[in-house]
């Protein structure tokens, strides 16, 4: 008679969908203990294309890596500063894969700060780049598992161009501003490159045709340069974190 298996090193059973709602949990609560092990209660997270790279010089999208790799790097190090200043600080989040997401892993991996990458398992494109920590470096199969945690401890977006992955992100995020289901003081929203953005969405119309209000678009920061973002962020984070922790 063969030796009986613990449901739980059942590998059939726990991939089947009879077990859906323990790998939806276990996708919960991995992430929330490895938080926790690891003192991370707020993020930075930046969201934009994986399809660019410094090489690629087609539509001057190499800039974009450049520029948020940079703008990652100066967080990173201000992040440094925070701690010193107020005993707490935020780290950098990204959602793993290369491109965009790569070049913010990057940037925080140069300035000597912990990072972190919350991959998806995809059949094309998506692979966890190499500049996340390893002990931060999560890998999803729901979105919407990775999703909340791309949110859940953030206190800053910044937004980079991208496609239908990177709108999705940004549209979702709004949403649970504008209805208040984020719990959090005036999360500042960042998109870079002014030009591109009022180019490709009129945000503007939406308050024309009565779809949003005038204070909807406050939500939104546009920026151009590194400085131009830390200037945004800076104070924001700062303040958010007191409030936060209640440490004003």
Known sequence: MGRSCKAYNDNEFINSKDART???????????AKFKFNHINHTVVF?????????????????YYNIAKNFSYELSLYSKELKKEIGDTFYICTGGGPGIMEAANRGAHEAGVKN??????????????SYISEELNF???YFFTRKLWL???AKALVVFPGGFGTLDELFEALTLM???????PDMPVLLYDSEYWKDLINFKKLVDMGMISEEDLKLLHFFDTVEEGLDILKPGLKNIIRIVNNIL
């Open 116 to 129: 972190i990458g919350l991959n998806i398992a995809l059949p094309f494109e998506q692979h966890p780049n």
């Open 47 to 63: 969201f934009g294309s994986a399809r660019i790279s410094p090489d690629n010089t087609k539509f001057g999208t190499a800039e």
């Open 139 to 141: 890998e999803f199969h």
């Open 178 to 184: 504008q209805t208040k289901k984020l719990d959090k």
């Open 151 to 153: 949110i859940y401890h």
């Open 22 to 32: 323990l790998r939806i949990l276990s996708e919960y609560l991995h992430p929330e």
